[in-house]
């Protein structure tokens, strides 16, 4: 297994003209079923996820009233990506991605419904809460990176910016609906009810996966060999290429700033009077925006180069994060949140797909899991230190902390020529 010389290499299946993808690729990817099969596995657990991960702060405040204590459910469930992606990456090039995929959503499915059946029976601790989050963050660590790498495999190279924008849509979606109904069911039906949305979810995103046809197996594989070597070309290659490099250290930051808003905004909704319902559909604008994003992001990636596209979308979101501020309620907040969310599937669309352009398929789980590794770093940091700021400072503090930050990361992008003249994949 080598790692190709330039950036533009690209090696797999997908290149071959025998291969499923290449005979599907005039065909629009609603017609293609295994495209539609890992779409829709993915969104639906989306789905859960959001409906879920809206009743995880609001269980914690009712039970402690500390926002730091509500923060950590956010940095158990990224631990395991911090201390697991970079042998995770390498394990997805060795196995086959479709079977570790199944094993992992029966897995969340089993502890998520052990959460679920405590609060039913009114017996949750919160070291039980705590440790299924970490589960999930663990589970979600193999499918994350399983099904990025099994993307190049269902859809032809030239397709991926549409894929991806699909998917960032189905996201989008997910975020307008998951908050506002796993809300309306903590409020309405009982604490337990998201969870269980969560579980059935994750049963039909393992029913989708279960039927894939497509082998997403590497067809060829080097003789085995130690798993840090493995490790080690994933991170080689990322450090060689220096556009992929520093996009992932910009993203980390910006996504240091977003593990603080879900949090932010919630509190902040509080602070208005407004009920856990209407936090829901505060958090639901925020998808609304995603969605409206996910259409407009095939449109600005295949009409502005990559540098002043990057640059463009941070430089927006830099300037309307401080106008949470200025929230006087839920619509308000929600707003801002909307159009900040707008921004971030563009955003995704344009780096997702071009990276995934760019890494051969035998080096896609290890090169994608040492970019995630690399822009999700900062997520723990960003959710402790908003719980420690709203509950030793203020939400004045806490906002001035996180714009102060978002603004530096659109100035890094700004400044750095690999970012400011980089083009379209393949122009």
Sequence with gaps: MSVPAGPGAQAGPGAGPGNAAVAAALRPLWRQPDFMRLWTAQVVANLGGQASGIAYPLLVLALTGSPQQASWVVVLHMLPFLLLSLPVGALVDRWDRRRLMLLCLAGRVLAVASLALALALDRLGLPHLYAVAMLEGLFHVFVNIAGTAALPRVVTPGQLPAATAQNQAGYGAAAVLGPAVGAALYQGVGRAAPFGLDVLCHGLAWWSVWRLRTPLALATRSPPRRLRTEVAEGLRWLWRERLVRDMALITCVVNGVQAAVPLLLIVLAHQHGASDAQVGWMLSCGGVGAVLGAVAGPWVQRRVQFGPAVIGLLCVEAAVF??????????????????????????????????LAMIPDGLQGRVNSSFRLVAMGLIPVGAAACGWLLEHRDTGTALAVFSTVWAAAALAAVIDPAVRRARRHGD
Excluded at 334 to 350: E, K, T
């Design 322 to 355: 401080p106008l949470y501020a200025l929230g006087t309620g839920v619509w308000s907040l929600g707003l801002v949140y909307g159009v900040i969310m707008f921004c971030a599937p563009i955003y995704n669309v344009v780096q997702f797909s071009h990276r």
